[in-house]
């Protein structure tokens, strides 16, 4: 157990008592309420509408246009765009997670970089928006990230703030649902304005700034007016680190959503270059069956989800719905490698929707429940992060590879979801060795 912050290492204009340090960071009890609940979610909705949407679909759309008769610069490009946003989310989330743990100004410790980063998000989305070469796209998509995880490292650090553990896994369920339905919401504005890119990255970050700034309002986020120590360049680099030799747990639960993420971001990079290569769809029924799929996904998602994390409290059991989750959405992947047909491929959405609904409800709950040191949770969600962010850069960079296996003129669809199936499912048996949460 990380130990709490004491009067040696924290003062208040001076030097804090023990009991003012232990008042601040106590852990919550009380149970939040609905205001609290619907901001939040409304928060998490509308910001993944306008980050999802180019993440998911709208890149490799961006991409098809650009070069629409070279199927191999098609995936160059998203791994030169998806990469290089992905890595600067990386850095991003880990810093802007310290510096809110940090923050001292009146508006409270979360509340300032939510509002800071809604706007250097939609700075990127408008650059992306308007430039149509790659170098440009990548750069714009560059900002973006970095803007969306100044403030999406304060707003999971919320949840430790603000829930109770015994709520953690409802509302942890209730935030995947709420950024999934986002994702729904996303495929489906990317099929409608496929012929207008501007206003598809664009027009969703106006909601997203408007919604977020209310939350940012509602959240009861205390000033912090005990002092940090001193932060060098030591400091800032241990930032990106948390040893997992010294907390096993949260090194496992890192290792396995590093893991699934990179299971999933090897094919939703590619989906819809997936559906026309490989299933012989046009650009145009791509987009369609992509929105048909992912509406599946989402309801099968949502309901695994929902009834995942009422399971995972009433029981007080958090690793077996983890396992189960990652094998069955990695053996879902495998499916994939075997569906050459659009109903088949919407059988294995389903599949997947079902299992990654399972998986989301009760994961974040498990984080927070192993994090080293609750009243760092900023740096050291942020530090989890890491496995969400990074694989998202290098999956990019990984596909050509397997996709380049055997004939260069056709993508290897096939090696692809091999690998990230095979990935998934490691990552669930990691779940089995974490020894604090049952």
Request: with cysteine; hydrophobic share 55%.
């Amino acid at each position: 157990m990380a130990q709490p912050p004491t009067s040696e290492t924290f003062s208040i204009r001076g030097r804090a008592t023990q009991e003012e340090i232990d008042a601040f960071f106590a852990p919550p009890t009380k149970q939040v309420g609905p205001l609290f609940i619907v901001s939040y979610l409304a928060a998490q909705l509308f910001f993944f509408v306008a980050l999802m949407g180019p993440a998911i679909v709208s890149i490799q759309n961006k991409a098809m246009l650009m070069f629409p008769d070279d199927t191999a610069a098609q995936a160059n490009a998203v791994s030169q765009i998806a990469g290089l946003g992905a890595l600067g989310a990386v850095f991003a989330n880990v810093i802007f997670g310290q510096v809110s743990d940090r923050t001292m100004w009146r508006w409270g410790r979360r509340r300032p970089w939510l509002v800071i980063g809604i706007l250097g998000m939609t700075v990127g989305l408008v650059i992306m928006g308007l430039t149509n070469t790659v170098p440009a796209v990548a750069v714009g998509w560059l900002i973006a990230q970095i803007g969306a995880n100044a403030a999406l490292a304060p707003f999971v650090a919320v949840l430790s703030d603000q829930v109770p553990e015994f709520q953690r896994a409802r509302i942890s369920s209730m935030i995947s649902i709420a950024q999934n339905l986002a994702i729904l919401i996303a495929t489906y504005l990317s099929n409608g304005l496929k012929d207008n890119l501007a206003l598809l990255y664009i027009a969703p970050a106006i909601p997203a700034i408007l919604v977020m700034t209310w939350f940012a309002f509602v959240l009861p986020d205390k000033q912090l007016t005990i002092k940090p120590p001193r932060l060098d360049l030591v400091g800032l680099l241990k930032t990106f680190w948390v040893n997992p030799l010294k907390y096993p747990d949260y090194g496992l639960a890192w290792a396995g959503r590093f893991l699934i993420t990179l299971c999933s971001f090897s094919f939703t990079t590619y989906r819809l270059m997936y559906l026309v290569n490989r299933v012989g769809l046009t650009r145009d029924e791509g987009l369609s069956a992509q929105a048909t799929s992912v509406l599946i996904y989402t309801i099968a998602l949502m309901a695994a989800s929902f009834v995942g994390g009422q399971l995972s409290d009433r029981l007080h059991r958090r690793k077996a719905f983890v396992f189960a989750a990652s094998a069955l959405f990695g053996i879902g992947v495998l499916m994939l490698a075997h569906t050459t047909t659009v109903s088949g491929f919407y059988m294995v959405e389903a599949v997947m929707g079902l299992a990654y609904g399972i998986y989301i409800s009760v994961d974040l709950a498990l984080v927070v429940d192993v994090l080293p040191n609750p009243d760092n949770a900023g740096k050291d969600l942020g530090v989890f992060n890491i496995a969400n962010a990074l694989p998202q850069s290098l999956a990019p960079y990984m596909a050509p590879f397997f996709l380049g296996i055997g004939s260069p003129e056709k993508m290897n669809y096939s090696a692809l979801c091999y690998f990230a199936g095979i990935c998934a499912i490691i990552g669930g048996v990691l779940a089995i060795f974490i020894k604090k949460v049952k």
